[in-house]
């Protein structure tokens, strides 16, 4: 008898983004991916596009904010949880907090630019106006082994 898989878990949204981040590696970009899911819904699927865009912004997290912003009809995601498969930078930290995700959720840090508590938590930052909850390390093997692949690859 298989195992059941859990549709809401984080583990099954995280796999939904780590399909997107091979979707990135084809496409010969940095594979990073990135899932917006609201009660329970996937409502935005983005990867990186920064060099088939030539847009230093186009990260899977910034992506997936302006998908998910059409899809509720508001710039206020205060519902919204983000699964990616890399910690976000600070750029994209901002961005979440500005949107007011409910939660990120990342697989495998990033100690030169993470900004959910590797290098800095933006995040979670007391002085800013929305402070996300953070859940990191989830499927955490899978997301930092594909990220080493690609740059071994490309060494």
């Known amino acids: 008898m298989s195992e059941l898989i859990d549709l809401q878990s984080d583990e099954y949204f995280m796999g939904e983004a780590l399909r997107l981040a091979r979707r990135a590696w084809?496409?010969?970009e940095v594979p990073v991916g990135a899932v917006i899911v609201c009660e329970g819904r996937v409502i935005a699927r983005a990867f990186n596009q920064v060099?088939?865009?030539k847009d230093?912004?186009?990260h899977a997290e910034m992506l997936a904010v302006t998908q998910a912003?059409?899809?509720?009809?508001?710039?206020?995601l205060n519902k919204c949880d983000l699964f990616v498969t890399k910690e976000p930078c600070p750029m994209c930290a901002g961005a979440l907090v500005h949107a007011r995700l409910r939660r990120v959720v990342f697989g495998c840090p990033s100690p030169k630019d993470g900004a959910g508590g590797s290098l800095m938590n933006?995040?979670?930052?007391p002085k800013l106006?929305?402070?996300?909850?953070v859940t990191q390390g989830v499927r955490q093997t899978e997301c930092a082994a594909m990220l080493q692949a690609f740059?071994?690859?490309?060494?």
């Open 51 to 53: 060099e088939q865009l």
């Open 129 to 133: 106006n929305h402070q996300c909850q």
């Open 26 to 28: 084809e496409q010969d």
């Open 69 to 76: 912003e059409a899809a509720m009809g508001d710039w206020r």
């Open 122 to 125: 933006l995040l979670q930052h």
């Open 151 to 155: 740059f071994r690859e490309r060494r």
């Open 56 to 58: 230093a912004t186009a």
